[in-house]
């Protein structure tokens, strides 16, 4: 069975409140609301995927270092330049405007655990990057107050 569970709060929740009820998807789909900062590694961590297709305006994208770190299974994200560098994986990247390649891209992770499990392996690489033993280093490296390695 397939659990959608929404979190955050945003200018369409009504109108999603709204489709998920006229669609008869209210024993699949909650709208959680705000996340509780102590509550967000759990609920990230819960997730088989984690889902955040913004369109843009994204420097870096802190909630996909925050989902990877907490172990979320697969996690997807929009195809802007800060979340597409944060994640440096194409097969990580959805565009969000394009409702058919969306609902594909999720179709092949709902029904594919080995495909689940492997951007989950990459990703859990990919996260070390931004340890903060390794950021940490690198901006000492920046601002010279340690020498290059």
Do not use: C
Request: hydrophobic content about 45%; aromatic content about 6%.
């Amino acid at each position: 069975m397939v659990d959608v569970r929404i979190g955050g709060k945003g200018p369409l929740g009504e109108d999603a409140a709204r489709l998920i009820e006229r669609e008869g998807l209210t024993e699949t789909v909650r709208l959680d609301g705000f996340i509780a900062d102590e509550a967000k590694a759990g609920y990230l961590a819960a997730a088989d995927i984690a889902v955040f297709p913004a369109t843009g305006g994204e420097s870096f994208g802190v909630v996909l270092v925050e989902a990877m770190a907490a172990g979320a299974g697969a996690v997807l994200a929009g195809d802007n330049p800060g979340y597409s560098w944060t994640m440096g994986d194409p097969d990580a990247m959805i565009n969000p405007r394009d409702p058919q390649a969306f609902a594909s891209a999720l179709d092949a992770l709902v029904r594919g655990p080995e495909l689940r499990e492997r951007l989950h392996e990459r990703q859990q690489l990919r996260v070390r990057d931004f340890d903060s033993s390794v950021v940490g280093v690198q901006l000492e490296e920046l601002y010279g107050l340690r020498e290059r390695a």
